[in-house]
Nanobody
Framework: QVQLVESGGGLVQAGGSLRLSCAAAGRTSSRYLKAWFRQPPGKEREFVAAISGNDESTYHIPSVQGRFTISRDNAKNMVYLQMNSLKPEDTAIYYC??????????????????????WGQGTQVTVSS
C-alpha cells in the first residue's frame, strides 16, 4: 500500500506562482514513476506532467510547457510541480499519481490514468483573473 498526499494548492492571481508537493509513504520505492493530473470544474481529469524514476526524463503537456516544471527529490520521497505564469484555465484539482514501477524513460502511455496505481486526494488550485 502506498499513500500519496498533495499540498501547496491555493488561490493565486493570474500570472502568479504556486508549488505543489506530493509526499509518498508506505510500501513504496522512491523511484516509482510519478505524475501530476488535474481536473478542472465540470471537466474530465487530464494528464499534466510526469517524471521518470531517477529523474532521467520528464514530459509536460503543451499547454503548460515552459510554465510548469515537475521535479522530484527521491531522498525525501517527494515530487513537486512548480507552476509559474498561472492562467485562469489552470484552475483545477491537482492530483499526484504513482506507478509501481521504476520507469527510466517516459512513454506515451504514461499520460493515461490507467498507468498509475496510486493516487492522492487532490489539492485545489484556483487562479483568478
Amino acid at each position: 500500500q502506498v499513500q500519496l498526499v498533495e499540498s501547496g494548492g491555493g488561490l493565486v492571481q493570474a500570472g502568479g506562482s504556486l508549488r505543489l508537493s506530493c509526499a509518498a509513504a508506505g510500501r513504496t520505492s522512491s523511484r516509482y514513476l510519478k505524475a501530476w493530473f488535474r481536473q478542472p470544474p465540470g471537466k474530465e481529469r487530464e494528464f499534466v506532467a510526469a517524471i521518470s524514476g531517477n529523474d532521467e526524463s520528464t514530459y509536460h503537456i503543451p499547454s503548460v510547457q515552459g510554465r510548469f516544471t515537475i521535479s522530484r527529490d527521491n531522498a525525501k520521497n517527494m515530487v513537486y510541480l512548480q507552476m509559474n505564469s498561472l492562467k485562469p484555465e489552470d484552475t483545477a484539482i491537482y492530483y499526484c499519481a504513482a506507478r509501481a514501477s521504476e520507469i527510466s524513460h517516459i512513454s506515451t502511455g504514461d499520460t493515461r490514468e490507467s498507468r498509475y496505481d496510486y493516487w492522492g486526494q487532490g489539492t485545489q488550485v484556483t487562479v483568478s483573473s
